[in-house]
């Protein structure tokens, strides 16, 4: 594919039910003096020419950041390959120079202002249809770049019920991105109160540089 073709949309991931949180909105929680759908914005939206916000209960409190709120088309808690599908077909039908679709979790803070650019690098080098990331020995399915011919292969899983990302990436053509060093705090996933502690400590030293 030529890159000066390529036009890559987003979307920020937000559909999960956030069970391990108490099925609190999880983006939508306080991190310093911001939430941490404030922080995603700061890093996605400079990567990408469109965002959108894939969300499936609460749209109204999401409706303030201005983006367009996309919901899932497959029912029985499908996960966020869902959420990638239904980017997909929004790009198809709104956006017809629309190549690709990055996504960025919507628990994950902080991550690289560039990984949506370096993963394309690397699609494009392997002539490959989905790109995604590997940081310190972590597996990073969501952080990933999906070519938007992967649309009819990835409802045809769906229609199965086949909702693993990983499995699904690993079944097809894919480029892996590995990061042996990030920035303290990348990549930080907000799967539990744990974590969320963790993230507030950082979120504090980061407000005070």
Request: with cysteine; proline share 6%; charged share 15%.
């Amino acid at each position: 594919m030529n890159p000066a073709n390529i036009h890559v949309n987003g979307v920020i991931l937000a559909g999960g039910k956030g069970s391990r949180m108490q099925f609190q909105e999880k983006p939508l929680l306080a991190l310093g003096n911001r939430r941490v759908m404030d922080w995603i914005l700061q890093s996605a939206t400079q990567q990408v020419s469109q965002l959108l916000i894939n969300v499936n209960k609460a749209a109204e409190r999401y409706a303030e950041f201005g983006l367009p709120l996309i919901s899932d088309s497959f029912g029985n808690d499908p996960g966020p390959l869902a959420g990638i599908h239904a980017a997909m077909l929004w790009s198809l039908a709104n956006d017809p120079g629309c190549t690709h679709v990055a996504c960025f979790p919507g628990d994950v803070p902080w991550f690289d202002n560039d990984y949506v650019q370096r993963v394309l690098g690397l699609m494009i080098h392997e002539h490959t249809q989905i790109g995604w990331l590997q940081t310190q020995q972590q597996y990073q399915p969501l952080f990933s770049v999906w070519d938007l011919r992967m649309e009819r292969l990835l409802a045809q899983a769906l229609e199965r019920g086949y909702y693993s990302p990983m499995a699904f990436t690993r079944l097809h053509s894919n480029s892996l991105l590995v990061l042996p060093e990030t920035k303290s705090g990348h990549y930080l996933n907000l799967n539990s109160p744990e974590d969320l502690v963790l993230a507030r400590t950082f979120a504090e030293q980061c407000t005070q540089d």
